[in-house]
C-alpha cells in the first residue's frame, strides 16, 4: 500500500464512524502495519512536520505518525522511536478525540495498549543503564490525560458518552503505575472514579474490565494490609476471571493463597496443580504449617525471600507463619493430654524438637504474643511458668479469628 493510499483509507471509517476500520488502519500488530513497514519506507521530519490536508485535522499528521512508528518498529527495530513516534500519534489523536462520543473508544484503547506495550520495550533497552524506566514513566503521564477526557466528558449522555470508557483506562492508568513502581499514585485514580456520581456503576462495564478493577483495588488493600477488602475484591476478580485465562487466574493467586494460609485456608492440592510455579513456591510452606514445622517454615521464607518480596508478598508471608506456631504448640498440647496446664518447658521442647532453640523467657513471648493475636485461648501465669488453657477450644480456627 502507498503512503496516499493509506492515507486515503482513512476517509470512510472516519465519515461512518467504522471504529473497527480504524483499528485496522492504526494497529501495530497486524498485516496492515508490517505491509506499510515495507512499501512506504521512512518518513523524514519535513513530512512528519507538513503531513498534508487530505483529511480532516489532525489525521494526515496520525497517518503520517503511524507509518513512522511501524517503519521504526519492524525495519529498523528502534523501540525508542516508535515509542516516540506513538507518543506524538496520540498527541494529535486527543485533540480529535475530545470532540468525540463512545464509538472511537475502541481505537483509544488499541492506541494505549500499543503504546505501553512500546514503552516497555524501549526501558528494556535504557533500564540497564540508568535504572529508570523514562519511557513507561511518560506513557503513564498519557494514558493519564486519556482518563481524565474520559471521566470530565459533559458533551455526550448515556451510551454516547466517553464516561463508558472509564474503567477501561483507569485500569491501564493503574497497571502503568504500578509497573512504574508508584502504586500510591493509584488512589488519584480510583478516588476519580468512585468520588463522581456521573461514572457509571462498575458492573456496566465490560467482565474484563470489572475483573481488572476489581484485582488492583484488591492489590491495593492487600499492600495497605487491609486482609479482608483484600480477599474479597481478590476473590471476586478470581471468580469472574474468563476460564481460559490462565495467567491472570495465577496473578490473583499469587496474592489471595497468602492472604488464605494467612487466615488458615489451604488451597487444594488440585488448584496448586493448574499452576505449577504457585505450587513450587507454596507448597513447601503449606506442608510447614500443616506439620508444625517452624524452622523447615523460617528455611523457605529465606530460600524464597527475593521472589516474595519482588510480589510483595514476602510480609504476609512471614505473618502466615504463626499459623504454623500454632500447630506445633496444639501438637504439644494434644501430646499432654490436652490438660488446661501446659509448663512453658513443654512448649520449648516442641520447637527444640523441630530445631528452634530458644530459651523460657523467648518462648513465653511466643505464648504470649499467640494469646494476643487470638490463636489460643488463655493466660500465663508467669510465677509458676505455667500456661493456663481454656476449657473448650483452647485453638480456634484461624478462620475464626477477627483481623
Known sequence: MKLQQYINSFTDPLQYEDSKALIRLLSLHNKTARGLSDTVGGIDERRLNNPGHS????????????????????????????????NALLSLFYRWFQDQSAWVLPVLYILLQDLRDLAEQADQISYSSTGKMLALEECTRTVSKAFSMCATDRTFKGSESRR??????????????????????CKNIIRAVTSDAKT???????????????????????????DKKAGE????????????????????????????????????RRLLSLHPRLEELFTPFINSIKSGDVREYDERLDWAQQRLVGMSTYLVMERAREGGLRMLFK??????DKSTRIPITTFQIALKLHGVDVDSDEVECMVANMIYRGYMKGYISHEKQMVVLAKTNPFPNLSSIVR
Request: charged share 15%; proline share 7%; hydrophobic share 40%.
Open 331 to 336: 501438637k504439644a498440647w494434644i501430646a499432654s
Open 233 to 268: 475484591e481478590l476473590e471476586w476478580a478470581l471468580l469472574n476471571c474468563p476460564a481460559d485465562a490462565k495467567r491472570n487466574q495465577e496473578l490473583i493467586l499469587t496474592y489471595l493463597i497468602p492472604l488464605h494460609l494467612l487466615h488458615g485456608s489451604i488451597p487444594s
Open 200 to 226: 457509571p456503576p462498575i458492573n456496566e462495564a465490560p467482565l474484563n474490565d470489572q475483573v481488572t478493577w476489581h484485582f488492583y483495588i484488591g492489590m491495593l488493600a492487600f499492600l495497605n494490609g487491609e
Open 55 to 86: 483529511l480532516i485535522e489532525p489525521w494526515d499528521g496520525i497517518a503520517i505518525r503511524h507509518c513512522a512508528c511501524v517503519y521504526a518498529l519492524y525495519r529498523k527495530k528502534d523501540y525508542q522511536e516508535a515509542y516516540t513516534h506513538q
Open 164 to 185: 463508558n470508557g472509564v474503567y477501561h483506562v483507569a485500569c491501564l492508568s493503574l497497571k502503568c503505575y504500578f509497573k512504574v513502581g508508584k502504586p500510591n499514585l
